[in-house]
């Protein structure tokens, strides 16, 4: 989204607007970054967006980085967000959406938890209250600047990604999350770029190297000797370094690339961490991580 700039006022604030499903790690995140030392407002009307950023500009606060959660109560929500957001960057401000979601099995089951109804339930279930928020939610999550499923962290794996991706916040570039996943287990609903690698032979059907992960040396050396190994790395590194040069220009700081095969296990893991090591070899801030490792 847009770039701040001028001098005094709103424009010297970078704003962030925390979103996303209720139930998905709203509150979570706002105490993230209230601990990386930004200054967080929870639960604001999106029309008082612009008055809190020039509000913000004109007091001194001890930081600069102000972060807004905003939720799907408010009327009109989807168009008064929009509008907001369309005003600040009209006015130089930097704004930057965290849209936070999860699955509708997994938050049903942390409603269940809490013992508290959807606040768009209504007289009806919770997976009524769950399915109409995605659908108001829909264009929102279209335009974030960072998606992240939840359903798979607990609150300090949550946590731990809010601080990998703005515990870096005055450094230029692209931050990169390179993501390990089977297919049999589902795609990774937050992921920017997906890639597959189930071309290379299955270290599953190699008896010795079954019970192990694509992080021990025999698994990666197989998959790295494989044909087409190295070519993929090769292109890929280089598909990766226009797209991260374009999401620089367009104000995109953070990216997920999705790594998979069939299981999580094997190929993805140890592709994934040549990737990850290539991409910081080319100056980015990479963090690696591996979805289905230890599922099977």
């Known amino acids: 989204m847009g770039v701040a700039g001028g001098s005094g006022g709103a424009g010297d604030t ?150 990998s991706f703005f515990g870096g916040e005055g450094r230029p570039g692209l931050r990169v999350n390179v993501l390990s996943f089977g297919f049999k287990y589902g795609l990774p609903v937050d992921a920017d770029l997906v890639v597959d690698c189930r071309f290379l032979p299955n270290p599953h059907w190699v008896p010795e190297l079954r019970p192990m992960t694509g992080l021990d040396a025999p698994v990666r050396d197989y998959v790295l000797s494989q044909p087409g190994a190295k070519e993929f790395l090769d292109a890929y590194e280089e598909v990766v370094g226009v797209i991260a040069a374009g999401y620089v220009r367009e104000g995109k700081g953070y990216a997920t690339l999705a790594v998979g095969c069939t299981g999580g296990k094997h190929r993805s893991v140890a592709m994934a961490e040549q990737i990850g090591a290539r991409l910081r070899d080319r100056g980015m801030e990479v963090q690696v991580s591996h979805r289905d490792t230890g599922r099977e």
């Open 14 to 163: 970078a704003f962030v607007i925390i979103t996303g499903m209720s139930g998905a790690g709203r509150s979570t995140a706002a105490k993230a970054l209230e601990d990386l030392g930004w200054f967080v407002i929870d639960n604001l009307p999106p029309g008082m967006l612009f008055a809190m950023a020039e509000e913000a500009g004109r007091v001194q606060l001890d930081t600069d980085k102000v972060a807004a959660v905003v939720d799907v109560r408010s009327m009109a929500f989807t168009t008064d967000l929009n509008t907001a957001i369309e005003e600040l960057e009209g006015r130089g401000v930097a704004v930057r959406v965290v849209f936070l979601e999860a699955s509708d099995e997994e938050l049903v089951r942390r409603f269940e938890a809490v013992r508290r109804p959807h606040p768009l339930q209504g007289e009806g279930r919770l997976v009524d209250g769950i399915a109409r928020e995605r659908g108001l939610l829909r264009d929102v999550r279209a335009n974030a600047d960072l998606v992240i499923d939840t359903t798979a962290h607990n609150v300090h794996e949550l946590r731990g990604k809010i601080v």
